[in-house]
């Protein structure tokens, strides 16, 4: 329900963050490092190929929601990031964003960002509550 604000909460994704996702690997793999690499498009060693395989799949679950949005409401969704995963999949997430945009013949999208997402949530509640 959209409740006194007039918006729509339609749901989201609940996945694992880049530093999750690399210690996953680290420890739940045989012999697979803690990755300290750089995102590649062809990565050619391990370190860069779990990095880009991370930034990948969080670039990826970026693009689904924002294609499903794009389904739903018949419009390009506004992306808004926050956290301290982002900077190790920004790169593949802006590419996959614009890739899809120019596929669709859409003017590429702006990200967001987001410094502290749940205080500012709060503020607008309290700013809410005071009217």
């Known amino acids: 329900a959209g409740g006194e604000t007039g ?3 339609p749901g989201g994704l609940i996945l694992p963050g880049p530093a999750m996702m690399l210690s996953s690997l680290s420890s739940g ?3 697979l490092p803690l990755a300290r690499a750089e995102p590649a498009l062809y990565p050619t060693h391990t370190h860069q190929a779990i990095a880009t395989g991370v930034a990948a799949a969080q ?3 970026v693009l689904r929601q924002w ?5 739903q409401c018949g419009q ?3 992306v ?11 790169d593949e997430t802006l590419r996959l964003l614009a890739r899809a945009c120019a596929g669709l013949g859409l003017a590429e999208q702006a990200v967001h960002w987001l410094d502290a997402p749940v205080l500012d949530g709060l503020a607008c ?7």
Do not use: C, H, I, M
């Open 125 to 131: 509640l309290a700013s809410q509550a005071e009217e």
């Open 29 to 31: 793999t045989a012999n």
């Open 7 to 9: 918006f729509e909460f």
């Open 67 to 71: 294609l499903a949005g794009l389904e």
């Open 59 to 61: 670039a990826g679950a």
């Open 76 to 78: 390009p969704p506004k």
């Open 80 to 90: 808004y990031v926050s956290g301290g995963g982002w900077p190790a999949v920004r």
